[in-house]
């Protein structure tokens, strides 16, 4: 995304304006003298300006790298540890569901043995899917550590990016105020207010760049924490329901708590990514909004415009043999400019993809508010059936099979989801990899091609 080009400079003289022989010499480093010198201090701002965008690209990059960082281990333990407990919820209820069909008219003939297993199960895959949330919001404090580090914390990258872009601003005011000193009707005026304007554009993407970035990240982290804290309530919940279920064989009354606790679970389960939703939208748009009073854009040219200059830059470069070198030089930059633009949108957009979809089926809003409302109304029968018909166990018993009934199916789905959407992601991003468009690839990539860059530009310059 970055551009310069080394321009040749014709000498300035007043045209109709008479030379004598004798005053020949005189009258021309009267005349060509505050051009070249205006010419090595445009070009020693330009490179300089050249330099601090490559940092700024450079930072930004490595910005995404470390901060959206993501370990393998985590695509295929946290999946799996979440369809733990919807498998060991779905051995429970077929089990539970198998008795109370038993003891369809007669309670006595459930077996305790056989319940006390099945709800031994569940606490485990409970604990499991609980856990494996502390783990993850664990695993994101770690790296969030490891950012810090590096010097990519929030705070740290935004003063680390206005730093730059005051260089940068700097630079450009000094090189604007010597752009004011040239004659405008001079042959080289037009190229090097291209130029300038090129340069500004530059600078505006480069922060768009980092202010998306940095705001997406902010967000994604916010939506990824709160899910795992919901999801660690609703884990330990249900945790805390089957521990009343084991008790109740010894303690009959406090079976009459374990359809409120179920019932609670069940609501957060629903709430988990509407809420992890609102609080990530949230959290990105208060980031933008500070971004940008922290780091204000200047009203860019439009990628269309920009373009338009580029072309005219090549024109007015191709209108000179002499300068094939620049030519050259320009539509190498142009063409890598093009594809920058490209690399910038698909990468944004893959990662986004990835991101949607590496869900867990308690994390999609498709699934996880209808499975969740399946298990409300199975834990809601639960309730009833206690305290409505404690001393009716026909009725009792028919309702919790109807309960068992209900969930079951919701459990499937669950149990289904997250596995397809493990594959999903996985098929995606090997699709990805053999294109080489994986965020991770195009990330390389952009580095190997700024480093490409500097070497091109660096060498036009000498």
């Given amino acids: 995304m970055l551009i310069s080009i080394h321009f040749a400079y014709p000498s300035m003289v007043r045209a109709g304006e008479p030379i004598s022989p004798g005053e020949s010499n005189s009258k021309l480093q009267q005349t060509e003298t505050p051009f070249p010198n205006l010419e090595s201090q445009i070009r020693a701002y330009d490179r300089q300006i050249f330099l601090e965008l490559v940092k700024l690209a450079e930072f930004n990059v490595r910005y995404q790298q470390n901060v959206n960082h993501y370990a393998r281990w985590r695509k295929i333990i946290y999946p799996l540890a979440q369809e733990s407990v919807y498998g060991c919820l779905l051995a429970f209820s077929i089990t539970d569901m198998s008795q109370r069909y038993r003891g369809w008219d007669n309670p006595g003939k459930i077996s305790p043995t056989s319940t006390k297993v099945a709800l031994e199960g569940a606490m485990v895959g409970t604990l499991i899917g609980g856990t494996s949330s502390m783990i993850e919001l664990a695993a994101n404090g770690v790296e969030e550590w490891k950012a810090r580090r590096l010097g990519y914390s929030n705070a740290k990258a935004v003063s680390s990016v206005r730093s730059k872009v005051k260089l940068i601003d700097e630079a450009l005011a000094s090189r604007s105020a010597l752009m004011r000193q040239i004659d405008r009707n001079c042959a080289s005026w037009e190229l090097l207010k291209l130029k300038e304007e090129l340069l500004h554009y530059e600078r505006e993407r480069l922060l768009f760049e980092f202010k998306r970035w940095n705001a997406h990240s ?41 359809g409120p606790v179920l019932s ?45 200059k580029f072309d005219r830059l090549t024109e007015l470069l191709e209108s000179d043999e002499s300068k094939a070198q620049n030519l050259r030089v320009a539509k190498e930059l142009i063409h890598l400019r093009q594809e920058k633009l490209a690399l910038d949108t698909l990468i944004f957009s893959e990662e986004k993809n990835i991101e949607r979809f590496r869900l867990v089926a308690g994390q999609q809003a498709l699934i996880a508010p209808p499975v969740s409302s399946m298990g409300l109304a199975s834990a809601i029968l639960s309730t009833v059936g206690y305290h409505g018909f404690r001393n009716q166990p026909i009725i009792n018993n028919r309702l919790s099979f109807t309960g068992d009934a209900i969930v079951i199916p919701a459990e499937s789905i669950a149990l289904i989801a997250t596995p397809a959407a493990a594959i999903r992601t996985y098929m995606y991003e090997k699709n990805l990899s053999k294109k080489n468009e994986h965020p991770d690839q195009l990330l390389s990539k952009r580095l190997k091609d700024l480093e490409e860059l500097e070497a091109t530009v660096t060498e036009a310059w000498r």
Avoid at 228 to 236: D, E, G, K, L, T
Avoid at 239 to 252: E, M
Avoid at 291 to 304: G, R, Y
């Fill in 218 to 258: 902010r967000g994604v982290a916010w939506n990824k924490n709160t899910f795992y804290i919901v999801n660690s309530a609703v884990n330990f919940s249900r945790f805390s329901a089957i521990t009343l279920g084991l008790k109740s064989f010894t303690a009959p009354r406090a079976s009459g708590a374990i």
């Fill in 264 to 308: 609670t679970a069940a609501s957060l389960a629903g709430l988990g990514p509407a809420a992890s939703s609102v609080a990530g939208n949230w959290v990105q748009r208060r980031q933008e909004r500070s971004l940008e009073k922290l780091l204000p854009s200047k009203a860019p040219l439009t990628d269309a415009e920009a373009k338009q």
